[in-house]
């Protein structure tokens, strides 16, 4: 296997997600699943192995999880494909496609009180056809997404005589393509670039936090030192986090960013005439440190299927979000010069100011009030 990839077996897998600490005594509940994932021409199989706990929290089990026999399983082997068949979405060669279902085995593990057998888990083969032999393979995979978000599901993928281990976190996005299941240096560097790219595009309250800021920009160099302090504290804390030296909630961080996205665009509506930004960059450093801990939480999903080589894609993640952020501030900032300045007389001066206020002013009530929304979602979710 290549030295990219895990080598856990998906059962020593199930073990040691289930012991990690503020994880479940057992993986038999709706918190972890195991898959066994083999590209075949243009056929792919996937077994899903999920715990009988966590299923009886979807499907109405005939009798207690202890006591469970296999004719009792097998009638109602419908409910149970309805909910894995259905928390699975697989598109080959670009088309959806359809499972027929498979066998339908039980896992049995000894009871702990008697060391008598009983059914833990069970496993359930989906077979997905393409027409022509599959070049690409995604899959969005939501099992038990209506009980947790915290649902970790192993898969254990096997395509033209390559072998890769991929973790997922919550609802997420599985994307291979043939020859390339085993990703090189040059493919992590890409595909994490484009992922930070990809997040600072779709950060809708990262975008809301540079307009905030750039509303109250007039001159190149003020522009300059913001995001250069915004660069430097979102990549030191985006690092740290990476590395598990550092840790905030997920929901800390987030409410801290709407906060932020308030504070400034509070700060802007409050403005008057004459006020400089040259002294905005302290406070952008601080709100910075702060938004690089939101990157890094989407981050560790993707950290997770590369077992410690870490250096490189946080790297690249890093520079990708850069990119991004270059991209919206050079289409956002000339635009906000050129209407301060459209059709002002020469030497219109105060009027310049009136009007580069009034912008600032209208620009960031909206800023505000979505802000606002999201803080108030976020403490409450």
């Known amino acids: 296997m290549c030295g990219w990839q895990s080598r856990v077996s998906v059962a020593g897998a199930l073990a040691l997600v289930a012991g990690v600490p503020g994880g479940r005594a057992f993986a038999h509940d709706e918190m972890v699943s195991a898959s066994e994932v083999d590209v075949l021409g243009a ?37 149970i494909a309805r909910v894995l068949a259905g928390g699975l979405v697989v598109v080959l060669n670009g088309h959806r496609v359809v499972p027929v279902v498979g066998a339908l085995v039980p896992r049995y593990e000894p009871f702990v009180a008697s060391g008598a057998p009983y059914i833990a888990r069970v496993s359930l083969e989906l077979r997905y ?5 599959i070049a690409s393979l995604a899959a969005d995979v939501r099992w038990f997404a209506d009980l947790t978000s915290q649902h970790r599901a192993v898969v254990d993928v096997r395509w033209d005589g390559q072998r890769r281990q991929l973790v997922r976190l919550g609802p997420s996005h599985i994307d ?4 390339q299941v085993n ?23 990262h975008i809301a936090f540079l307009l905030a800021l750039l509303l109250a920009v007039g001159r190149f160099g003020e522009l300059l030192k913001i995001i250069t302090a915004f660069t430097v504290a979102h990549s030191l804390t985006l690092g740290l986090a990476a590395f598990d030296v550092i840790y905030l ?17 509070a700060e802007n509506l409050l403005r008057r005439d004459g006020d400089s930004a040259r002294h905005r960059w302290r406070l952008t450093f601080g709100f910075g440190l702060v938004h690089g801990l939101g990157f890094a939480g989407v981050l560790q999903e993707r950290l997770a299927d590369l077992q410690g080589r870490l250096v490189l894609p946080v790297l690249f993640f890093n520079l990708g979000v850069e990119v991004g952020q270059v991209i919206i501030v050079a289409l956002a900032f000339p635009s906000l010069v050129w209407l301060r300045r459209v059709r002002l007389p020469v030497g219109g001066e105060a009027e310049r100011r009136q009007r580069s206020l009034r912008i ?3 620009g960031s009530l909206p800023i505000l009030l979505l802000g606002v929304a999201w803080l108030a979602q976020r403490l409450l979710s």
């Open 43 to 79: 056929t792919l199989l996937w077994k899903v192995d999920v715990g009988l706990q966590g299923l009886g929290k979807l499907v109405k089990l005939p009798a207690p999880e202890i006591d469970l026999d296999e004719d009792q399983l097998q009638a109602i082997k419908p409910e």
């Open 249 to 265: 909630p997920t929901r800390v961080s987030e409410s801290l960013i709407a906060a932020s996205i308030v504070y400034v665009a």
């Open 176 to 179: 291979l393509v043939r020859g």
């Open 129 to 133: 056809t393409a027409p022509e032999p």
């Open 360 to 362: 600032v002013r209208v």
């Open 183 to 205: 990703p090189t240096v040059t493919g992590v560097a890409i595909e994490f670039a484009r992922w930070g790219a990809h997040h600072i595009f779709i950060g809708y309250d």
